[in-house]
């Protein structure tokens, strides 16, 4: 079980890069894998990046080569390094502790509260 706190979201102009901070507390936070997901207004909210507890990877399509997704199991933190910001990206980012076995957001899991990203001119 753990608890997330989001940081480093903000108004950005297109082309621009942020780096989103998700820092936990509680017990075992090295044994999970650990997500980004996003929600744009009106939308679904969807998966942009997953780490598991070894540090494996993954992306979401729309988003591999402009979105790094990293993890310091000392600092209980996961970060998400955006780049190329497009106004598309516009959303609340939120951090999850997966318990589950998959990166659905309806499988078991702890969310943070989410960080609003604007891409905007």
């Known amino acids: 079980q753990v608890q997330l706190v989001e940081s480093g979201g903000g108004l950005v102009q297109p082309g621009g890069s942020l780096r989103l901070s998700c820092a936990a507390s509680?017990?075992?936070?090295?044994?999970?894998?650990m997500g980004w997901y996003r929600q744009a207004p009106g939308k679904q909210r969807e998966l942009v990046a997953g780490i598991t507890s070894s540090g494996s990877a993954t992306y979401a399509d729309s988003v591999k080569g402009q979105f790094t997704i990293s993890r310091d199991n000392a600092k209980k933190s996961v970060y998400l390094q955006m780049t190329s910001l497009k106004p598309e990206d516009t959303a609340v980012y939120y951090c999850?502790?997966?318990?589950?076995?998959?990166?659905?957001?309806?499988?078991?899991?702890?969310w943070g509260q989410g960080t609003q990203v604007t891409v905007s001119s």
């Open positions: 999850k502790a997966r318990y589950g076995s998959s990166w659905a957001i309806t499988d078991a899991g702890q």
């Open positions: 509680g017990s075992a936070f090295r044994l999970y894998a």
